[in-house]
């Protein structure tokens, strides 16, 4: 037992070190590329993409609940070692998401359709273009819904390696997009909408084929199993309701922003999900990684580690969120002007308010985990999407009252807070033995305690320095560093998880003596 439990932790390891070189890439490329197509769009344009493609991807809640039942029937199913019925669940999952895609494009061909010409704010010479933006938005998501089992089974065998390596293919063709939108005279907007889709579409393909040719449950076999149907829709019904209410908060908002204040408020919306994206993917790996462990855990009854993964993991995301964060809502403005040639109004606020988001709805994904893992998922699904539907009304009255743009992102803090803490009692009142004292002293208010005090210790260093500039943003880099490193060892990490630390760094340095 012990030896199995030392080997999925260094495979959790060696994962998240795979799924961080990914990251690095995609971060790197997706800092660069946003920069190009903005200066190359124009503000515009660019908030007119982000708007558009948020109606496309508020039709997507459907995927999203049945990627998650996917996710977590493959690895169950692992767990348990029934290698029959794994073929047979993905390629009953295969089918539902065949189905998906095709009512998401009659959705989105009419509804859809209607509301973008009817209802958003959209210059009249660039409709034309929007539409044409909207029809490749609608077949890109197609493409990515029924590519939802073939990723879910890449990480259910935890082969993180694949996503570096295919990653690369795709960092080089993103950069070939922004290389064809500089030189092309054709429409920027149509024609980036265009590559975006062909992009997606390739890299799509490749994970098919690599998952055909290595893993026997892919290649599909016709199975309308009501057995194995049954059961993952009645799992996702429950997820609907909180995957509905996540993308309509997100693009709710977005379309009270373009109503309310017009497209260049979309363009900042923009710009500060593709911060929170970067930032919070390096988390997001942690979660990816120890995801599969999780499930797998539960599976075999070994509630113990479950609830030492979930604990441990949380506190590793928000660590490591802090790390990448604090010099960020520091120093948002030198480094997104660094970054953007024209910072569009209310960037700033915005990409603050998302990153601090990031902390609550992190550890919020991982409790959520276990909720998988149970397949108890109605309870948190039914409050959470409720605190999260509750921000589209209140935003849109806060809007009609004359407050400030960033009221909804406050909004949205709060909701996922008590999210967080909706999910946590979940697991206790399913695993009794998942206390909730303890994940509130142990994990929330020492993370809190960690942030605070290092908060106030990268101010004290960034007021040494009156004029912003890149020296001032070195000195915030590094007190946040260290602050963070020291009090998050000692205040947040207990006692086996330092002397884990302490162990790996002495025999690192003995082997290079």
């Given at each position: ?19 961080y070189i990914r990251m690095l890439l995609v971060m790197a490329v ?26 496309v991807a508020l039709f997507s809640f459907l995927n999203a609940s ?448």
């Amino acid at each position: 037992m012990t030896s199995n439990i030392s080997e999925s932790n260094k495979r959790i390891t060696k994962n998240t070190a795979l799924l961080y070189i990914r990251m690095l890439l995609v971060m790197a490329v997706t800092l660069y590329t946003s920069r190009i197509v903005l200066e190359v769009l124009g503000i515009e344009d660019f908030g007119i993409y982000n708007v558009i493609g948020g109606i496309v991807a508020l039709f997507s809640f459907l995927n999203a609940s049945m990627s998650g039942a996917t996710a977590r029937f493959l690895m169950y199913e692992m767990g348990t070692e029934d290698k029959e019925k794994l073929k047979v669940t993905f390629s009953s999952a295969l089918l539902i998401h065949i189905s998906i895609a095709l009512l998401i494009i009659l959705i989105a061909e009419t509804i859809g359709l209607w509301f973008l010409k009817t209802q958003l704010v959209i210059p009249e010479n660039r409709m034309d273009a929007a539409i044409w933006v909207y029809q490749f938005s609608i077949f890109s998501t197609a493409v990515a819904v029924t590519q939802v089992p073939y990723n879910a089974c890449i990480i259910a065998h935890e082969k993180m390696n694949v996503y570096a390596y295919v990653e690369i293919i795709n960092v080089i063709l993103k950069l070939l997009i922004v290389y064809l939108l500089v030189i092309s005279g054709f429409d920027k907007l149509i024609l980036y909408a265009l590559l975006v889709f062909a992009v997606s579409t390739i890299i799509a393909f490749i994970y098919r084929i690599y998952c055909v040719r290595h893993f026997e449950e892919s290649k599909f076999r016709y199975h309308w199993n009501f057995e194995i149907i049954k059961p993952m829709l009645s799992f996702s019904g429950w997820d609907l309701y909180g995957n509905m209410s996540t993308v309509a908060r997100t693009q709710g908002v977005n379309m009270l922003l373009n109503i309310f204040f017009g497209p260049a408020l979309n363009a900042a919306s923009g710009i500060a999900s593709q911060v929170q994206n970067a930032v919070m993917g390096f988390a997001g790996n942690i979660v990816t990684a120890v995801k599969p462990q999780i499930i797998k855990s539960y599976a075999a009854g070994e509630f113990e580690r479950m609830e030492s993964l979930v604990i441990n993991a949380s506190k590793l995301t928000f660590l490591l969120l802090l790390l990448l964060s604090l010099p960020l809502i520091i120093e948002m403005h030198f480094v997104l002007s660094l970054w953007l040639k024209e910072v569009p109004d209310y960037t700033v606020l915005f990409c603050i308010c998302t990153l601090l988001f990031n902390f609550f709805a992190t550890m919020s994904i991982v409790v959520v985990t276990a909720a998988h893992a149970i397949g108890r998922i109605k309870r948190p699904s039914l409050i959470n999407g409720t605190l999260y539907l509750s921000v589209i009304p209140i935003s849109y009255l806060a809007f009609k009252l004359g407050f400030s743009p960033v009221t909804s992102y406050i909004f949205n803090i709060l909701a996922v807070i008590a999210g967080m803490f909706s999910n946590v009692w979940t697991i206790h009142k399913y695993i009794p033995t998942f206390s909730f004292k303890k994940y509130f002293f142990s994990v929330f208010a020492r993370c809190i305690v960690v942030f605070l005090m290092s908060y106030g210790l990268v101010w004290w260093g960034k007021e040494l320095f009156h004029e912003e500039g890149l020296i001032r943003f070195i000195v915030v880099l590094t007190v946040s560093t260290i602050s963070i490193s020291l009090l998050g060892f000692y205040i947040v990490l207990n006692r086996p998880m330092r002397t884990m630390i302490l162990q790996y760094i002495k025999n690192k340095l003995c082997k290079k003596i």
